[in-house]
């Protein structure tokens, strides 16, 4: 299915939800997202390889090994997003995305401008956390 949206489309509550413009408007978007990643983790690994540790101060090698260890945990996040947006990808296709993993309810469109590898709905995420609270204050 090959559908052509413009560039101001944003999708709307007045119309049917996860149409088929909706799914390649969210498609783009996470695509977009996903390049911006990769190529921000390029860049880094560019400039990990170009950067040698020649501080003869042993305080300028600590800060930067430390800023290196915060790019490196920085750029693990970025990786695990990567497999949220391939799989919110295959959730189009399967013509399962934007619908809640719990309830199966419509997420809302603006949770998915927000955040679009939502799985569940707003009020589902609050219980989720909410559960995951009393267990963490065990």
Not at 45 to 55: G, P, R, S, W
Not at 99 to 125: F, H, K, M, N, W
């Given at each position: 299915?090959?559908?052509?949206?413009?560039?101001?489309?944003?999708?709307?509550?007045d119309?049917?939800f996860m149409?088929?413009?909706q799914?390649?408007y969210?498609?783009k978007k996470?695509l977009?997202?996903?390049?911006?990643?990769?190529?921000?983790?390029n860049?880094?690994i560019?400039n990990l390889?170009?950067?040698?540790?020649?501080?003869?101060d042993?305080?300028?090698?600590?800060?930067?090994?430390?800023?290196?260890?915060?790019?490196?945990r920085?750029?693990?996040?970025?990786?695990?997003?990567?497999?949220?947006?391939?799989?919110?990808?295959r959730?189009?296709?399967e013509?399962?995305?934007?619908?809640?993993?719990?309830?199966g309810e419509?997420?809302s469109?603006?949770r998915?401008?927000?955040r679009?590898?939502?799985?569940?709905s707003?009020?589902?995420?609050?219980?989720?956390?909410?559960?995951?609270?009393?267990y963490?204050?065990?």
């Amino acid at each position: 299915m090959n559908v052509h949206i413009s560039d101001d489309y944003r999708p709307s509550e007045d119309e049917e939800f996860m149409n088929p413009r909706q799914q390649e408007y969210f498609r783009k978007k996470l695509l977009k997202w996903r390049a911006e990643i990769l190529a921000d983790a390029n860049q880094t690994i560019a400039n990990l390889q170009e950067e040698t540790i020649k501080e003869p101060d042993i305080a300028d090698r600590a800060s930067t090994e430390s800023e290196r260890a915060l790019e490196l945990r920085t750029r693990d996040r970025q990786r695990k997003l990567i497999g949220k947006i391939d799989s919110a990808l295959r959730r189009i296709d399967e013509g399962e995305y934007g619908y809640c993993d719990e309830t199966g309810e419509p997420i809302s469109l603006r949770r998915l401008e927000a955040r679009p590898v939502a799985t569940l709905s707003l009020e589902a995420q609050e219980r989720h956390e909410r559960r995951e609270k009393v267990y963490r204050d065990d």
